[in-house]
Nanobody
Framework: QVQLVESGGGLVQAGGSLRLSCVPS????????MGWFRQAPGKEREFLAD???????????NYAASVKGRFTISRDNAKNTVYLQLNSLKPEDTAVYYC?????????????WGQGTQVTVSS
């Protein structure tokens, strides 16, 4: 059974930064597309970014327009870890952030999900 464990959330002031981590337990997911999503209170879960790996140093990342330029997704297959760097945070970035993994693409129907990590941005 694969479990994704997120960490790195917390309380930060507007304009600050956080780095979220996601570590799969149970197996290595280097061939999977790894994604990050978030869900704010009263809102639907939304896609933020995903990253795939096709071998060597070939990583491919996609971003939602709302976070492109502020958030950066990366993965370290040697550490079996996916990261999401959050910069220039705004109060509207406050949400629970989730890591997901799927063989083909990161969507709301992704195969594996973490429990989420809370990010709170104060004004």
């Amino acid at each position: 059974q694969v479990q994704l464990v997120e960490s790195g959330g917390g309380l930060v002031q507007a304009g600050g930064s956080l780095r979220l981590s996601c570590v799969p337990s149970g197996r290595t997911l280097s061939s999977y597309v790894m994604g990050w999503f978030r869900q704010a209170p009263g809102k639907e879960r939304e896609f933020l970014a995903d990253i795939s790996w096709s071998g060597g140093s070939a990583f491919y990342a996609n971003y939602a327009a709302s976070v492109k330029g502020r958030f950066t997704i990366s993965r370290d297959n040697a550490k079996n870890t996916v990261y999401l760097q959050l910069n220039s945070l705004k109060p509207e970035d406050t949400a629970v952030y989730y890591c997901a993994a799927d063989r083909t693409r990161a969507t709301l129907k992704s195969t594996y999900w973490g429990q989420g990590t809370q990010v709170t941005v104060s004004s």
